[in-house]
């Protein structure tokens, strides 16, 4: 009896077939997973900018928040230096009034003083550091005195914000 190698050729097109079928599952998975990894690392780089933009969201509502509470004008500049140095005469050089952020001025103030200590001139800078709003410096020219920890002359320019007139 001779045996029929059709059963045979069945089986190896049947593995053929299936071996074609797995590498072609194969491969139709590896580009799922490349689109895959594509898709997850843009969401990592937006996840990543939101989470940068919240940082900043919060610094700016922290800012807003402490801005809020300022008083609508500053102490001026002049009460502040004589409540800090009252023996210290003052010299108002110019007032400018810069429009800033919607309902908010610049403002800078440049002052003047002939023949100051230094340790006047730190004093005089933290009061105005812990005032509501704070003074800040931004500008200060400084002349030399012969007296040892004094200074002839100091041009100081400081900068605060104050809100803009209503018209009222």
């Not at 190698?5 to 997973?33: D, Q, V």
């Amino acid at each position: 009896m001779k045996k029929s190698n059709t059963p045979l050729a069945i089986l190896w097109s049947a593995a053929g077939l299936s071996l074609l079928a797995g590498l072609i599952l194969t491969i139709n998975s590896l580009n799922r997973i490349s689109r895959t990894l594509e898709i997850l690392s843009k969401k990592t780089n937006d996840i990543r900018e939101l989470t940068g933009m919240r940082t900043q969201a919060n610094r700016y509502h922290s800012l807003l928040k402490a801005t809020v509470q300022y008083p609508a004008r500053p102490v001026p500049l002049e009460t502040l230096v004589r409540t800090t140095l009252p023996a210290q005469p003052i010299r108002l050089l110019s007032t400018d009034i810069t429009p800033s952020v919607s309902g908010w001025n610049v403002k800078k103030v440049s002052v003047e003083f002939n023949d100051i200590a230094g340790s006047d001139l730190g004093k005089l800078l933290d009061s105005g550091a812990s005032a509501n709003p704070p003074w800040t410096l931004i500008e200060c020219t400084l002349f030399a005195a012969p007296t040892e920890g004094r200074v002839a002359k100091a041009t100081l320019v400081f900068s605060t914000v104050e809100r803009a007139s209503t018209g009222n």
